[in-house]
């Protein structure tokens, strides 16, 4: 049983910062391509940042600069730090894991925080 919780979505002003974190549990997590995802109302879900086991990244264009996507095993966390938010960032935010070790992980998914940048 894999399971993902996500925590430290919120409300924040543009141009403001925040740490979303997953944290894993079951057996999955050290070996696999982690990422967070978001989807924002009348939307497309869309991929924002991925990491490999071996930290490989992938980042979407509308954050690359901006977010900042990192892991650490020994806690089976990871983190996702928005740096200069903007409105458009509001969405919800999901965490992902792939059962493999992909850039585009979608076979596991936690519940999603919600992210509000304010204008």
């Known amino acids: 049983q894999v399971q993902l919780v996500e925590s430290g979505g919120g409300s924040v002003q543009a141009g403001g910062s925040l740490r979303l974190s997953c944290a894993a549990s079951?057996?999955?997590?050290?070996?696999?391509?982690m990422g967070w995802y978001r989807q924002a109302p009348r939307k497309q879900r869309e991929l924002v940042a991925s990491?490999?086991?071996?930290?490989?990244?992938f980042y979407g264009d509308a954050v690359k600069g901006r977010f900042t996507i990192s892991r650490d095993n020994a806690k089976n966390t990871v983190y996702l730090q928005m740096n200069s938010l903007r409105p458009e960032d509001t969405a919800v935010y999901y965490c992902?894991?792939?059962?493999?070790?992909?850039?585009?992980?979608?076979?596991?998914w936690g519940q999603g925080t919600q992210v509000t940048v304010l204008s």
């Open positions: 079951g057996s999955i997590f050290s070996r696999n391509g």
């Open positions: 992902a894991a792939d059962r493999l070790d992909t850039l585009a992980p979608y076979d596991y």
């Open positions: 990491i490999t086991s071996g930290r490989t990244t």
